[in-house]
């Protein structure tokens, strides 16, 4: 067991289910297998699955001749075009274009497990989904299901550079291997296309939004094409990130003013260019004016104005622009939480129809924990689409364990009060709160070539959550934990309940020992690993964790309310008021809203100083914890898992000593504050830790 087959293991079911299951082994009775690729992948994705749940050795021929004999148990997949299976009377008008229904019938003295769709792709989708409810121990005989899915754009973003590093990837180089295409298609993107597929993602940027200008040139374009090729039967679209300033570098304009008409025509002949190698290519994402990324700003135009000449450019071909608001210039350093609402907000109404703007989780940048980003709720004539990360760039990459599900969830369930009470996160991004018929979620990719795709097997919990919170967002991330654990270990309740307490505690840990209380953007430079909450010699203010805690002798925290940066406002005021207020405002928050003295009372009774020794505390027994459980489950699991999971649970043990030790060195020492008598001091004084040299890997031992 090295992780590569992911959550897709089929491994043998337990005897009970097994004999259930049994009888339907076989060849599936697929009438459109001949004529439609995703509905033959389908078949032969049930057909082996079944084979291996129940042990079957010998493969067997599953051709439509040989698949004609009529045995007393069989699985039945097709869509609606299918006479058999227009005859069933199905709901599939509620299964819409890329939903299905499975149900469990029985027809002439025959048991059949019927896999329905509109589309292929719904059947494709029907068909993981019932192997989903096999292997995690759903009744065969009772089974009845209609799903279509919330969000329509489901999308990957990979953040792959043209060299195959990753920008912020943790698992190896990127799976694209760009050098050998488009002649050779390594076998691993079709089972990358699986796995998406498995979980209902349909789209994938294929390269970072920091982008160079050769991924929109004629060789690259086919390189882009070969994959959208393997990726299409598995109902995944292909989508570029574009640099604004490409037509100028490639030296085909002299300007990349999206007013100029011969930008236009640029981009709309690359665009029919494009769309002639990839027919169902999904469209642009642009990140522009962030982070010194060109944009249309440079030639004194909006956001708006950039997005719309792209957006006019795919329109023809029914494409898409996905414009990011993760946007902050040096022109503002009152803020940079205000920002992107500051750019955007003043433009709602003025994007073009097929342009859905990609907003982050959070108006910062992807912490541990963020308060949902101003924009959800605010922006109510442009379709918003979530922006989350997957890899794990603030939550310590791929060795400390963080099981992200709950932060997605906290966010999808934050309320927005854009109508009032109960105007979620979810139903902004799903367009069902202004009717948008745009919407979508995308996550930033922690897939590369490392055999275990994510760096590590329970980051590869962080892509499958993803996947099935786009499905449906009313998921709750315990279920999806225990979804995950079931597939990827064993259904066995003795591991599942333990594994997934110990991932649905594992992101509050890293909190903890992190950046409690809402404190933020804490790491050291460049790496955003380990602790640097002293570092005040960056450039621009905005870099500095300095400029994010505040910290002074008196207290911490950044004031957000109206005696500071008034960054509040920017909600709702039902929103505002509670965020504003020393009193509703949450614990977890408090330091991202208000400067707080260090002697003041908490909820708990404790002082602020001694609020935040006891969370640090609390981190890195969290991560005791998990260790003492998970040596627990060593009868369940194959030893390569269950070693290296050991192995980074060690590592992650040391460095939450660390976080804590330099956070508590530093604090105390900008503080003067004493540590209370029975809490542990920092293993070294502040010196050491501020000198620890971080430039390739973490070097503190
Ligand atoms: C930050 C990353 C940086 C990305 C940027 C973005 O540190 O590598 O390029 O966000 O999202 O999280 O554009």
């Not at 919407?439 to 275990?452: E, L, Q, Y």
Request: hydrophobic share 40%; net charge negative.
């Amino acid at each position: 067991e090295d992780g590569y087959d992911l959550w897709l293991r089929h491994a043998p079911l337990p005897t009970a289910q097994r004999l259930a299951v049994d009888p339907y082994a076989g060849c599936v009775a697929a009438a459109q297998r001949a004529t439609q690729v995703t509905i033959a992948i389908a078949a032969r994705e049930i057909e082996s699955a079944i084979d291996a749940m129940t042990d079957k050795a010998a493969p067997r021929d599953c051709t439509a001749s040989a698949a004609a004999a009529a045995p007393s148990h069989g699985v039945m997949i097709g869509t609606r075009d299918d006479p058999a299976i227009a005859a069933l009377g199905l709901p599939l008008a509620k299964a819409g274009d890329e939903g299905f229904v499975i149900r469990s019938i029985e027809r002439d003295g025959r048991k059949l497990i019927v896999v329905a769709a509109n589309r292929p792709v719904g059947v494709l989708y029907g068909a993981f989904a019932l192997l989903r409810e096999l292997q995690t121990g759903t009744a065969i005989d009772a089974l009845d299901v209609t799903e279509q899915p919330k969000v329509d754009l489901r999308l990957l973003n990979h953040w792959d550079n043209l060299d195959r590093t990753v920008e912020r990837g943790y698992s190896g180089q990127s799976i694209w291997d760009w050098w050998k295409l488009p002649d050779v298609n390594d076998p691993r993107y079709t089972d990358y296309a699986r796995a998406n597929a498995s979980i209902g993602i349909n789209g994938a940027v294929l390269n970072n939004v920091n982008a160079k200008p050769d991924s929109m040139t004629a060789p690259w374009i086919a390189k882009a094409a070969a994959v959208a090729d393997v990726l299409r039967p598995y109902g995944i679209k292909v989508y570029l990130s574009a640099r604004w300033s490409t037509p100028v570098e490639l030296k085909q304009t002299t300007t990349a003013d999206p007013l100029d008409p011969a930008v236009a025509a640029w981009w709309k002949a690359k665009a029919d260019e494009i769309y002639a190698a990839i027919p169902d290519f999904g469209g642009f994402l642009v990140k522009a004016n962030s982070e010194g990324q060109p944009g249309p700003q440079d030639y004194k135009r909006t956001h708006a104005e950039g997005a719309n000449m792209l957006a006019a450019a795919v329109k023809p071909h029914g494409g898409i622009v996905m414009w990011r608001a993760f946007v902050y210039s040096e022109a503002d350093p009152d803020d940079r939480a205000k920002q992107a609402y500051a750019d955007f907000k003043p433009l709602d109404g003025k994007f073009a129809d097929n342009v859905i703007v990609q907003v982050k989780n959070g108006a910062i940048d992807f912490q541990p924990r963020e308060p949902f980003h101003p924009m959800f709720g605010t922006m109510p004539k442009t379709p918003l689409m979530m922006e989350f990360q997957i890899t794990k760039e603030y939550l310590g990459f791929a060795t400390h364990l963080a099981y992200l599900a709950p932060m997605y969830e906290e966010v999808l369930d934050a309320d927005t009060f854009a109508k009032g009470k109960g105007s979620t996160v979810a139903e902004v991004i799903d367009g069902s709160l202004e009717g948008h018929k745009l919407n979508g979620m995308a996550g930033v990719a922690n897939i590369g070539s490392d055999r275990n795709w994510s760096g590590s097997i329970f980051d590869q919990a962080n892509w499958y959550a993803f996947g099935r919170l786009a499905w449906d967002h009313q998921l709750s991330s315990d279920a999806i934990a225990r979804e995950w654990a079931k597939q990827t270990f064993t259904p066995d309740p003795a591991f599942v309940q333990p594994v997934t307490a110990m991932m649905m505690g594992s992101r509050e840990t890293v909190v903890d020992y992190m950046t409690p209380m809402g404190l933020a953007h804490l790491m050291a430079t460049g790496h955003h690993y380990g602790p640097g909450p002293w570092v005040s010699d960056l450039a621009r203010p905005e870099w500095n964790p300095v400029y994010y805690h505040r910290a002074d002798k008196d207290g911490i925290g950044f004031d957000r309310t109206a005696s500071g940066s008034n960054a509040v406002a920017q909600y709702m005021p039902q929103v505002a008021r509670g965020f504003a207020s020393r009193r509703s405002v949450d614990d977890k928050d408090l330091l991202w809203f208000h400067h707080v003295g260090w002697d003041e009372k908490m909820k708990s009774g404790r002082t602020l100083w001694a609020e935040l020794l006891h969370r640090y505390d609390r981190g890195v027994a969290g991560v005791g914890d998990m260790q003492a459980r998970w040596a627990t489950l060593k009868p369940f699991v194959d030893a390569p898992r269950f070693e290296e999971v050991t192995r980074f649970l060690a590592i992650q043990q040391r460095e939450a000593i660390w976080w804590r030790d330099a956070s508590i060195a530093y604090f105390a020492s900008v503080s003067g504050r004493a540590l209370p008598t029975g809490v542990q001091p920092p293993a070294h004084d502040l010196e050491y830790y501020k000198a620890i040299e971080h430039s390739y890997a973490p070097g503190h031992h």
